[in-house]
């Protein structure tokens, strides 16, 4: 998959079909459309082609009033698209003056200038250009003057994506990994780097790597304790562990903090990426009376988890 990020050497495509969209967690309905784009390309042996943008549009378009939380960061999207077989993914920077194109002026100068397409393939509710004036309408009436084809994704196929995005950011925020992993096609992951802690961890016999996110858009699942898969640069295969997302209320705790903690594993793995991909939940974040009470806990947590990674 080629990656274009500045459009004046974007490369003479051949026969581009081309779709667009935010493709925020290339979950199952995604792959959906992506089949799409492909079956119609194989018919004009032509190229597939996605257009994204960053960042994410609401972010310019209303600043301050929606907090975006992301399933995937820009690099994460880029890799999961990149499996999937795509030609070309064109990530458009998102900003006011894009945003204040005229619809006529995005169809032309932007579509039919930059990618001269043979196919679109487009929600049927998809809206474009100034004050979102442009759409479905449009792209027909002008479909013969500029010798383009045209796919409408139909509405029920759209309202799929739509309630799948819903659901997958509302289990992960409800800490129901099954579902999201279920309706993600993929084991939803953080990836991020090993910094350094207070330690406490280890003086409790359970040390942790304690991940920074790269990206504060990053969604982050509910608080509480999850079994998960580990996965670091020297290792071919996953490590088993648990992992704690929380404020670490026994020690009365303010900031959250990603605690992973890898079974059977004693190396310094500082400054290194590491990535957790979350298997199950265990249970929500509790405050105990003792310390004593917490690592009975941990062990309890502990064996769980191996149970769960058993399968």
């Given amino acids: ?54 960042p994410h549009p609401r972010e310019v378009l209303q600043p301050g009033t929606n907090e975006v939380r992301l399933l995937t960061t ?50 049927y509710d998809h809206r474009f250009g100034h004050n979102r004036e442009g759409g479905l309408e449009l792209l027909e009436a002008e479909q013969s003057r500029y010798g383009f084809q045209l796919i409408e994704i139909p509405q029920q196929i759209v309202h799929d994506l739509s309630v799948s995005s819903t659901k997958i950011r509302k289990s992960l925020q409800e800490g ?22 207070d330690k406490m961890g280890r003086q409790l016999g359970y040390p942790t790597a304690n991940m920074h996110l790269p990206d504060a858009r990053k969604l982050v699942p509910a608080q509480g304790i999850y079994a998960i898969k580990v996965y670091l640069q020297k290792y071919d295969t996953p490590l088993n562990g648990v992992m704690s997302i929380g404020t670490r209320p026994t020690f009365n705790g303010t900031d959250l903090r990603l605690e992973a ?15 957790v991909e979350m298997i199950s939940f265990i249970r929500a974040n509790q405050k105990f009376d003792n310390v004593e009470a917490l690592i009975t806990q941990i062990d309890k947590d502990s064996l769980i988890a191996r149970q769960m990674l058993m399968y």
């Fill in 1 to 54: 998959m080629q990656i274009h990020r500045d459009l004046t050497h974007l490369p003479a495509l051949r026969r581009a079909v081309i779709t667009i969209g935010t493709f925020d967690g290339v979950h199952t309905g995604h792959r959906h459309i992506i089949q799409q784009l492909q079956q119609a390309a194989a018919v004009c042996e032509g190229e597939t082609v996605i257009i994204t943008f960053d």
């Fill in 261 to 275: 903690h890898v079974f059977d594993f004693n190396e310094e793995i500082y400054d290194q990426i590491i990535r």
């Fill in 74 to 123: 820009l690099d994460e999207k880029i890799e999961l698209l990149a499996k999937q077989g795509i030609d070309h993914l064109v990530i458009v920077p998102f900003t006011k003056a894009f945003s204040e194109l005229s619809a006529q002026a995005y169809l032309e100068d932007f579509l039919i200038e930059t990618f001269k397409p043979h196919t679109i393939i487009i929600g």
């Fill in 176 to 197: 129901d990994i099954q579902l999201a992993n279920e309706l993600l096609g993929y084991k939803y992951f953080l990836q991020g780097t090993v910094i350094h802690g």
